[in-house]
């Protein structure tokens, strides 16, 4: 299983901007209110600092994954302790995302099947992408997808140029102030953090010295991406509107009309974000079963896949319903995942790992 530069390019953006694309623009607005491209552009400038410092970080040891390296670094029971909180953050988001695909699809696109047929329905897709192309196959499906995301995006936008009101941008920082925008920044910036993922793929890349340009590249683009997004729903809708709605920027997709000609195109919303979570879905399901099978050294990872898979059918089945997943979204992942795993480990291993290999070169 080879990862070219290319792939992790397309990986990282279609990894991050569906999903921010849809479930952060609401909450930001309600803090950040109309200064909210300002807290969008803060959590880009992070989240590229975030993904240089994770691939940095595992170009220290680039054949070796996460697992390997960080017992490598820290000895076997630290490194354990370390892997396994990446682990208990690959297996708790994957029932939520699936959670959080049921719900979405069922409320816009197919109120008839219950939760459990369309989680199942994935899941399958899951299981076959992983088992048959593991990491080589989502990045494959990310060369397909990310091209299609981009085009879709761009053509929505230009679409809803003629909706903007540019009063609504107005005025600046005078309502937040610097702790709101802050507060807003959060959420995003827990979102690009998951980029950390590149501790564990650049030992799959057969050029790792392509893994910070293609890495920091993609999560750019995807910054980009979502900076124009939460911009044109902002200059549509406003914040007030904005921050009460669960799915702002699929409201202002439905709210497209030209020449009464071209409607009811929120297909193409629903398509970007199915692509996207597909692509999530897949990275974490292989995260978690590759990692977890080189804990417990066990030589064929596949074989985790059919232990792993109804476990996370199941954890989808107890989420209470989407509101679980936004408080999910707050709390777990800003004030747990971003601090320690995104932030905290990463610059750990960093420093460990640059102080042990400057020691080794001195004493030869």
Same mark, same amino acid.
């Given at each position: ?31 950040? &209110? ?61 029932? +939520? ?166 409607? +009811? ?14 692509? &999530? ?48 979204? &707050? ?31 001195? &004493?030869?």
């Amino acid at each position: 299983m080879k990862l070219s530069g290319l792939q992790i390019f397309w990986l990282m953006f279609t990894f991050e901007t569906g999903n921010i694309i849809l479930l952060t623009i609401g909450p930001v607005m309600e803090d950040a &209110k109309q200064d909210l491209w300002i807290s969008y552009l803060i959590a880009s400038f992070l989240g590229v600092f975030i993904v240089y410092i994770a691939t940095k970080t595992a170009l220290l040891h680039p054949k070796h994954s996460l697992v390997q390296f960080s017992r490598l670094l820290l000895g076997k029971w630290l490194g354990t302790l370390i892997v396994i909180a990446y682990l208990i953050q690959w297996f708790s988001v994957i029932g +939520n995302i699936l959670r959080e695909f049921s719900d979405f699809t069922i409320t816009i696109l197919l109120p008839t099947p219950p939760p459990w047929a369309l989680n199942q329905t994935m899941l399958f897709l899951l299981i076959y992408v992983t088992y048959v192309g593991g990491i080589e196959g989502i990045g494959r499906c990310s060369e397909v997808f990310g091209p299609i995301i981009i085009i879709s995006v761009i053509m929505l936008v230009v679409l809803s140029i003629k909706d903007f009101d540019t009063q609504n941008i107005m005025p600046i920082f005078i309502d937040s102030g610097i702790p709101s925008i802050w507060k807003g920044t959060l959420i995003p910036l827990a979102f690009f953090g998951e980029s950390v993922t590149m501790l564990m793929l650049v030992s799959f890349m057969n050029e790792p010295q392509k893994a910070i340009k293609s890495a920091v590249w993609g999560i750019a683009i995807s910054a980009f991406t979502v900076c124009i997004v939460s911009l044109c729903v902002l200059l549509v809708l406003g914040p007030e509107i904005s921050a009460k709605l669960r799915h702002p920027t699929f409201d202002v997709v439905s709210y497209i009309s030209v020449m009464d000609f071209v409607q +009811n195109i929120e297909i193409i919303a629903v398509l970007v974000w199915i692509l996207s979570v597909f692509i &999530k879905l897949s990275l974490y399901f292989f995260l978690a079963c590759y990692g977890a099978a080189q804990l417990f050294n066990i030589k064929n990872w596949r074989k985790l896949i059919w232990i792993a898979a109804p476990l996370f059918f199941i954890l989808a089945q107890l989420y209470p319903n989407s509101s679980y997943t936004f408080g999910y979204m &707050k709390t777990f992942w800003v004030y747990y995942a971003l601090p320690i795993n995104m932030v905290g480990i990463p610059l750990l291993l960093l420093a460990i790992g640059s102080f042990r290999k400057k020691y080794a070169h001195a &004493k030869h």
